[in-house]
């Protein structure tokens, strides 16, 4: 059984940094993609960033680029998110996903997180 479990998340200020963390369990992880996706209050699910198997490549959504980076380390079947320069608009369930392509739309990816809590106070 295909099991991603996300932490890290909680309450930070404006301008603060956070780190979550993802672990996989019942996959090959160094065969998946992986991504992080973000779903707002009353909004639906967006893309934030993703990392090839290698981790050699990566994607970003663009109300993150330059503030948040997509990290791996297939040794630990771990994927990162760190997230820096936080804005109260980032906040957000983060979800993380698994999938056998790289991309930037959730029917890319084949298994979901149940989700973390990132919320950012102004």
């Known amino acids: 059984q295909v099991r991603l479990v996300e932490s890290g998340g909680g309450l930070v200020q404006a301008g603060g940094s956070l780190r979550l963390s993802c672990v996989a369990s019942?996959?090959?992880?160094?065969?998946?993609?992986m991504a992080w996706f973000r779903q707002a209050p009353g909004k639906e699910r967006v893309f934030v960033a993703a990392i090839r198997w290698t981790g050699g490549m990566t994607d970003y959504a663009d109300s993150v680029k330059g503030r948040f980076t997509i990290s791996r380390d297939n040794a630990v079947k771990t994927v990162y998110l760190q997230m820096n320069r936080l804005k109260p608009e980032d906040t957000a369930v983060y979800y993380c996903?698994?999938?056998?392509?790289?991309?930037?739309?959730?029917?890319?990816?084949?298994?979901w997180g149940q989700g973390t809590q990132v919320t950012v106070s102004s």
């Open positions: 019942g996959l090959t992880f160094r065969s998946y993609a």
């Open positions: 996903a698994a999938g056998a392509t790289f991309g930037s739309r959730e029917y890319e990816y084949d298994y």
